[in-house]
């Protein structure tokens, strides 16, 4: 896309000087705006975004000192370059004068061309330079937008794939990964503090005769159901998991007594014992379930499957009981 042209304003409450100056800056490239008054100019200024001005100093009502220094005072023109034209070049007083008021430069009057344009063409190439960078500041910007924009969908689409790869897709859990991963980082953790904590395996009791008469949608929703009892009781530094279908476990931290644990745990099996209301294919239902849990306490020498088959013989024993119970086994029951 092609910039649109610089403006000039040029101020003169004569006339023929305005047709002068016209005359000699109509190749210089840049749309000439005419003011004939201090007012005129200041008006125009709010309207337009000027390269440049050329300011006569001797005018009426408003000279140009008083232009200078209103422009001055407005935020977004106080940076528009000034030249003053007038026949007080020589007079080093109005000079300072006008420095002071914002100009950068002063042409005499009668004007040369030559430096007319010299100086104008100075300006331009300024102002135009200026322009660039602004275009060239702000594609950056926008690229850099943008950049953030497609990292952050990156990251998200990342974190998403992490999730999914670690999280059961049904109930949102833990998965058999996650699950693997927590219980080394506990047993590491138990290894250098010597802080106990206990690892419980879930069986659903019931839930395959929910299934088969209730189909799989069923089954499918009484498990995000237990999924969400569950997540409810556990505190923040517990890990619950699904290992795959009916199986859950629960990784405990900070156990406190073995009889606290068990009570603990004891009251997630009357938590998982209530009835759940749920859709069937011919409308609402309560499903009846129940959970048998095993539960092993680790210690300083086990590793992650003594641990394991430590919670799973105290579970096997849980449903040989009668099931909807909590057994607490040792790691090293043979």
Not at 138 to 154: P, S, W
Not at 202 to 211: A, E, Q, R, S
Request: with cysteine; net charge negative; hydrophobic share 45%.
């Amino acid at each position: 896309m092609n910039p649109a042209r610089p403006k000039i304003l040029v101020v003169d409450d004569t006339r023929a000087n305005l047709v002068a100056m016209h005359h000699l800056l109509a190749d210089s490239g840049a749309e000439l705006v005419e003011a004939n008054s201090g007012n005129e100019a200041l008006a125009l200024c709010l309207d337009h975004h000027f390269a440049l001005i050329l300011l006569d100093v001797n005018m009426p009502d408003m000279d140009g000192f008083e232009v200078a220094s209103l422009l001055g005072e407005a935020e977004q023109l106080k940076d528009t370059p000034i030249i003053f034209v007038t026949a007080a070049y020589a007079d080093d007083l109005n000079k300072l004068k006008g420095y002071h008021s914002g100009a950068v430069d002063y042409i005499a009057k009668p004007i040369n061309d030559a430096i007319l344009r010299s100086k104008v063409r100075v300006f331009l190439d300024l102002y135009n330079a200026r322009m660039q960078l602004e275009q060239a500041m702000g594609e950056l910007a926008e690229r850099n937008r943008q950049l953030k924009v497609e990292i952050d969908e990156r990251e998200r689409i990342e974190a998403q794939v992490r999730h999914q790869a670690t999280h059961d897709m049904l109930t949102g859990l833990p998965n058999r990964v996650l699950f693997h991963e927590r219980l080394s980082t506990a047993l590491d953790t138990c290894r250098d503090s010597a802080d106990r904590f206990a690892l419980a395996l879930l069986d659903i009791d019931g839930f395959k005769g929910v299934n088969d008469t209730w189909g799989h949608p069923a089954g499918d929703a009484l498990l995000k159901a237990i999924a969400g009892r569950l997540r409810s009781h556990v505190r923040e530094h517990d890990t619950i998991a699904r290992l795959g279908g009916d199986e859950f476990a629960l990784v405990v931290a900070e156990i406190g007594d073995e009889a606290a644990l068990l009570a603990r745990c004891q009251e997630l099996c009357g938590m998982l014992g209530r009835p759940y209301a749920l859709q069937g294919p011919h409308g609402a239902f309560l499903a009846h379930v129940s959970a048998s849990i095993g539960i092993a306490v680790s210690d300083n020498e086990c590793d992650d499957e003594q641990l394991i088959q430590a919670a799973d013989r105290a579970l096997y024993k849980a449903k040989a009981d009668g099931k909807n119970r909590c057994v607490l086994g040792p790691p090293d029951a043979g």
